[in-house]
Each structure stands twice: as C-alpha cells, then as structure tokens.
C-alpha cells in the first residue's frame, strides 16, 4: 500500500471538493439561466475586465484562447455578450456584457446564495473560515 503525504491528500480532497461545488453551480446555471459555469466565467471576466479581447479574457481567467473562442460564439448568439472592432487594431475584436449577460451575472449570485449557502452556516461555526481561506490565498500569490 503506498503511503501518501499529508499534502496529497489535502489536494486531492480539495480538488474533489471544488468539482463536486462546480458541478453544483453548472447544473443551476444551466437550468435557470441557460450558461454553464465556463459561459458564466467570462460574463465574470467581461464584468471585471470591462470590453475586452479574446486573449485578455484568457488571460484573466487562466484559460487558453480556444476556450475562450468555444464558449464566446453560444454567447453571442444568445444575446449575453456583443462584439466591436477594436478602434485601435481593426483585426482584434472585442466583447461586452450586453443588458442580458449584466442580469445573468446578477440573477447568478442569488443562485450561488441558494446553491452554496451552507457555506454561511459554517462560517458562522467558525468564524475563523474567511480568514483561512483569505490566508491560504495569500500563500498562493
């Protein structure tokens, strides 16, 4: 039997933990606004990063291009982003949150409310878990 270290261990149980989360919100997603979580990342991403470029939108989400370019066409087609001509560079073509993509993004966090509120109820078991978590992210950087 092979012994695993401490680490591994965690990994693989937060690993699994934030699938099984994912999972969650991706179904609710899918049932009460039409995207998944990978549409609903780069409404995310759109919302913080203002109009902007396939590659810029990859980049803030850690993602390559072509994942970007899978998702973005359902998108606009389905009326969520639009897309201009970079006033700069005419061969870059950059998307905004169109009106139905801003009210997704709003009518998604009282989805993740309800789908991830048991989170509210452990942190207020222990009130120390944002602080956990705020620390483990800032190891990471």
């Not at 989400?61 to 370019?69: G, K, Q, R």
């Not at 982003?81 to 009210?103: E, H, N, W, Y």
């Not at 309800?114 to 878990?129: H, Q, V």
């Amino acid at each position: 039997m092979t012994k695993h270290s401490y680490s591994s261990t965690y990994y693989y149980k937060m690993t699994k933990i934030l699938k099984q989360l994912r999972t969650r919100l991706d179904v609710a997603f899918k049932r009460e606004l039409g995207i998944g979580m990978a549409q609903f990342q780069i409404l995310a991403a759109l919302s913080e990063t203002g109009p902007s470029s396939q590659a810029k939108i990859a980049k803030f989400l850690f993602i390559t291009s072509s994942a970007v370019d899978r998702h973005q066409a359902g998108l606009v087609d389905e009326g969520f982003i639009t897309t201009k001509q970079s006033s700069d560079d005419k061969r870059i073509t950059l998307f905004k949150l169109a009106p139905k993509g801003v009210a997704a993004l709003n009518k998604s966090m009282a989805i993740g409310d309800r789908e991830l509120g048991f989170f509210s109820d452990i942190e207020n078991k222990n009130t120390n878990l944002m602080n956990h978590i705020l620390a483990i992210e800032a190891e990471l950087k």
